[in-house]
């Protein structure tokens, strides 16, 4: 607690120093620091609506192919968002839509995903060009994964979670 009281502390007084209207009330950090609700910034939820759960291997399945194309921050200004959502989420709630219908992509599925397929799955529109991009970035990324999966660990999505042995 008291490295994140430090890192509070520096992060409020790089804000303050250029603040022309705002002061921070030194002594009252300590009491903020301690109110912050840590438990659940440490480990989010994750919500039914967006992501495939309780579905086992399957689970995993979704969670890998999720973070294989979770890097679209600097597309999501032109992507079709639903209602409420963020970038990340009103892919991850296309995906978790996909698992639900069809089940899990296999590994030889996702080898033979291609531009138009993506852009299907997560409701985008090909007619936009930066999303025309993204979803031939989707489809490259998902097709290595796929490749991956097949020649390392026979398709196996928990096979490829267990050999990366708790590291990131």
Do not use: W
């Amino acid at each position: 607690m008291d490295t994140l009281f430090q890192q509070i502390r520096s992060t409020c007084k790089l804000v303050a120093q250029s603040a022309t209207h705002v002061r921070i009330q030194e002594d009252r950090l300590a009491e903020y620091a301690r109110s912050l609700p840590l438990e659940r910034a440490l480990r989010p939820e994750h919500e039914p609506m967006s992501h495939y759960l309780g579905h086992g291997d399957d689970t995993v399945a979704f969670f890998v192919t999720l973070d294989t194309i979770n890097f679209m921050s600097g597309y999501n200004p032109h992507l079709r968002k639903r209602p409420g959502m963020s970038g990340y989420f009103t892919t991850a709630a296309a995906l978790n839509d996909h698992f639900q219908r069809h089940g899990p992509v296999s590994a030889r599925q996702l080898i033979a995903l291609d531009t138009e397929r993506c852009a299907s799955i997560f409701g985008q529109d090909l007619e936009n060009p930066p999303v025309r991009e993204l979803m031939n970035l989707f489809a490259a990324a998902l097709n290595e994964l796929g490749r991956f999966l097949t020649q390392r660990f026979d398709g196996r999505f928990v096979d490829l979670v267990d050999a990366a042995g708790s590291s990131a």
